[in-house]
């Protein structure tokens, strides 16, 4: 089982849309972070992602652009992630953000945007 | 004519009419004051037995009865007080998760206004204020929500009632995540991030349905 930890692997303050609005942006996020971890994962491993911990809460932009990402420039399906990401938590307060997470990967259309990168 | 002594042993339980009867029915015999005399009809046999009661039975039989009724009383209350008191506890919970709720809204709409009516990098601090905000929101929502959902299980509620009330909560649960786009979507969280007062207005209106679906609830 792989782990990522947003607070500890990438930022305490996970904020913003694109590179342009931020370290800590959820394009950077996915293209830097999840995408990597996502692909190198070996057949029938996870990738188990903790959301809660250092960080104190994240924003729809960030989350739609980290995880909606995925599908919709097409790198993963929705049924990939389904069966290979766990989103864990401790703190019940990112119950709601886990909800967020699966309804903005499931409301995604898989490859309906070409990727073009924000980074400068 | 024959003495009873103690005078109740002359009673008994009639088999079929089930009442107290003579224990010499059939020969007429009636005791009174451990004396027994013979009466000449079913009539006057019942006629006397009543008058042996009027004139008191012994004192344990007269404080069963009443013992029982006591028991009966102290439960009676005891449980009408038991359920009042529920439903007044739940009905407080219910009216302290509306108001921490509508706090909350108080609360995550100022700290809004306050994000979105700037301009630049803002500080992690206004972020944190409205993550903490929402949080709340959250928190006592879904209390709200399952403490409505443990009282309807429990209750002859209409089905008709109880889709409608579900309806409502989908209802409410869609506002809360809707105001969470609007709150946090757009440019939060942006190093460039413009102030939208647009956004800020759309805020406080959404805030405003919130508060009102809550009060239905």
Request: proline share 3%; glycine share 6%.
């Amino acid at each position: 089982m792989a782990i990522l930890n947003v607070g500890v692997d990438f930022d305490k303050d996970p904020s913003g849309r694109y590179y342009t609005d931020g370290p800590a942006s959820g394009e950077r996020f996915r293209e830097e972070f999840l995408k990597p971890k996502l692909g190198s994962l070996s057949r029938d491993e996870k990738l188990e992602i903790i959301i809660d911990g250092e960080v104190e809460g994240y924003g729809s932009s960030f989350l739609v652009e980290g995880f909606a990402g995925l599908v919709k420039h097409g790198y993963f399906s929705k049924d990939f992630l389904r069966n290979r990401m766990i989103i864990k938590f401790s703190d019940p307060d990112f119950e709601f953000y886990r909800d967020k997470i699966w309804m903005y990967i499931d409301s995604a259309r898989f490859r309906s945007e070409k990727y073009a990168s924000t980074k400068r | 004519m024959k003495l009873c002594s103690p005078p109740y042993q002359c009673f008994k339980e009639h088999p079929t009419l089930g009442v107290v009867y003579l224990e010499d029915v059939d020969k007429n015999k009636v005791c009174k004051e451990g004396d027994c005399h013979i009466v000449h009809s079913t009539n006057k046999v019942l006629h006397s037995i009543d008058k042996r009661l009027e004139e008191g039975s012994p004192w344990h039989e007269g404080a069963h009865l009443v013992l029982l009724g006591a028991f009966f009383a102290a439960l009676f209350s005891y449980i009408f007080t038991k359920v009042h008191w529920s439903t007044t506890k739940k009905s407080e919970r219910m009216e302290f998760f509306r108001r921490s709720i509508s706090e909350s809204l108080d609360s995550i709409e100022t700290h809004s206004m306050g994000y979105w009516m700037k301009n630049g990098d803002l500080p992690p601090m206004f972020r944190n204020r409205i993550y903490a905000s929402w949080h709340l929101l959250t928190k006592f929502s879904g209390e709200l929500f399952s403490q409505i959902d443990e009282e309807n299980k429990y209750k002859i509620v209409k089905l008709k009632k109880r889709k409608e009330q579900e309806k409502t909560i989908n209802d409410v649960k869609a506002k809360i995540f809707e105001l969470f786009e609007e709150v946090t979507g757009g440019d939060f969280g942006s190093k460039r991030m413009a102030a939208d007062t647009s956004r800020a207005q759309r805020i406080c209106i959404k805030c405003a349905h919130l508060k009102a679906s809550i009060q239905c609830l």
